[in-house]
């Protein structure tokens, strides 16, 4: 069941849109951050508000790596190997941060808290190597700025 609160959030979006279906990409967003992932009542109910098939939904969602259909960590750690990020140890940092969690891309912490993923270029490539984490970035990452980084994210979810 959908909160009251993301349907009004959908409502909003909606409006602002000539085109209904041009608000589909917020939507999925709005509801994955509520949900964890984007569920098939979210597509459907999607899919009913702006007036498309529900596979079209499904198509957007395929075609975004940042959309996710199954539950993703709390935080999820997007890190680009892609041409800057991997002349200035782009690769080193995923492998870093793949024996700190014990996980590899696309999977998930056995508490829920990280997701790990390799990403293409986060447009951050002056802050090379970079990572994002949900919606935040970090750049010139070295293996420790990442170890205190998890530590930070480790202790923001425990308050
Ligand atoms: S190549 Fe990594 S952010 Fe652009």
Same mark, same amino acid.
């Given at each position: 069941?959908?909160?009251?609160?993301?349907? =009004?959030?959908?409502?909003? $979006?909606?409006?602002?849109?000539?085109?209904?279906? =041009?608000?589909? $990409?917020?939507?999925? !967003?709005?509801?994955?951050?509520?949900?964890?992932?984007? =569920?098939?009542?979210?597509?459907?109910?999607?899919?009913?508000? +702006?007036? *498309?098939?529900?596979? #079209? *939904?499904?198509?957007?969602?395929?075609?975004?790596?940042?959309?996710?259909?199954?539950?993703?960590?709390?935080?999820?750690?997007? $890190?680009?190997?892609? *041409?800057?990020?991997? !002349?200035? &140890?782009?690769?080193?940092?995923?492998?870093? /941060?793949?024996?700190?969690? &014990?996980?590899?891309?696309?999977?998930?912490?056995?508490? &829920?808290?990280?997701?790990?993923? #390799? *990403?293409?270029? !986060?447009?951050? /490539? /002056?802050?090379?190597?970079?990572?994002? $984490?949900?919606?935040?970035?970090? #750049?010139?990452?070295?293996?420790?700025? +990442?170890?205190?980084?998890?530590?930070?994210?480790?202790?923001?979810?425990?308050?």
């Amino acid at each position: 069941m959908l909160s009251d609160t993301l349907i =009004s959030k959908f409502d909003d $979006v909606i409006a602002r849109y000539p085109l209904k279906r =041009s608000a589909i $990409v917020p939507l999925l !967003l709005f509801a994955q951050d509520e949900i964890g992932h984007i =569920s098939d009542e979210a597509i459907e109910e999607i899919a009913r508000r +702006v007036e *498309v098939l529900p596979i #079209e *939904v499904i198509e957007d969602i395929g075609y975004y790596s940042m959309l996710h259909r199954q539950p993703i960590g709390k935080f999820n750690l997007q $890190v680009c190997t892609n *041409v800057s990020c991997q !002349l200035l &140890g782009g690769e080193e940092i995923l492998e870093h /941060c793949s024996k700190r969690l &014990g996980i590899g891309h696309k999977q998930t912490t056995a508490d &829920g808290l990280f997701s790990l993923e #390799e *990403v293409e270029c !986060l447009g951050a /490539c /002056c802050g090379a190597p970079a990572m994002q $984490v949900n919606y935040d970035f970090y #750049e010139n990452l070295t293996p420790e700025r +990442v170890d205190r980084l998890i530590e930070d994210l480790k202790a923001r979810a425990e308050k």
